[in-house]
């Protein structure tokens, strides 16, 4: 059906503050990635979910950082205690068993730390 | 050195012309390539992906991959002024669905009209 969605597409957070993003990936594929991209970089891994059990989460910058995918479908990212480094677009990609993992991206949330 | 690398440009082509972009890296278990595409303000775009050595062409597009030299290249042919945006190469360390990716800089690709 559709393709990944997120939400919200733009958030500005004061430093300090807790922000969760939200990822709803293309149905039935079991695998969801999330990314950080900086500005005029690649996106960079953040971590990885097959259905609801993280299986690698070595991309995550601190323990502010904390995913999860409770029912293995929709999925959320959330930062505690933003900082300004902080700032980026955060991508939520998915894929399929069937594929050979190519990976499709939602339209990603950009986050702006004040 | 950064595991996969790209020239940032920006590559300016002419209209028609043939883009050639480059891409290496440098974890040689990597057995999977991608090619994505994102225009300025969106996500990437899935254009090309490729796993065995060879060239695979698809439409205006061909994806070349040498492991031994440990590069993998994009061409783009008959190039069009809708094809101006930044080109990401992604490698995956598998061939399946858990595949984290991990991507290059982007070559920035101007064509002119």
């Known amino acids: 059906g559709a393709g990944v969605s997120q939400s919200p597409r733009y958030k500005v957070a004061k430093r300090g503050q807790d922000v969760a993003l939200r990822c709803d990936p293309i149905s039935g594929h079991v695998s969801l990635f999330w990314y950080q991209q900086a500005l005029g970089q690649g996106p960079e891994f953040l971590t990885y979910?097959?259905?609801?059990?993280?299986?690698?989460k070595s991309g995550l910058p601190s323990d502010r950082f904390f995913a999860e995918r409770p029912e293995g479908s929709v999925s959320t990212l959330k930062i505690q205690r933003t900082q300004q480094e902080d700032s980026a677009v955060y991508l939520c990609a998915s894929s399929s068993r069937d594929l050979r993992g190519e990976q499709f991206f939602g339209p990603g949330t950009r986050l702006t730390v004040l | 050195q950064k595991e996969v690398e790209q020239n940032s440009g920006p590559l300016s082509v002419p209209e028609g012309a043939i883009a050639s972009l480059n891409c290496t890296y440098s974890d040689r278990g990597s057995q999977s390539f991608f090619w994505y595409r994102q225009y300025s303000g969106k996500s990437p775009e899935l254009i090309m992906f490729?796993?065995?050595?060879g060239d695979k062409e698809d439409g205006r597009f061909t994806a070349q991959l040498n492991k031994a030299s440990q590069y993998v290249s994009l061409l783009i042919r008959d190039s069009q002024p809708s094809d101006s945006a930044t080109y990401l190469c992604a490698v995956g360390r598998s061939g399946a669905a858990g595949n984290k990716l991990t991507f290059g800089g982007g070559t920035r690709v101007l064509v002119k009209p």
């Open positions: 490729i796993y065995s050595n």
């Open positions: 979910f097959q259905n609801e059990a993280q299986l690698d």
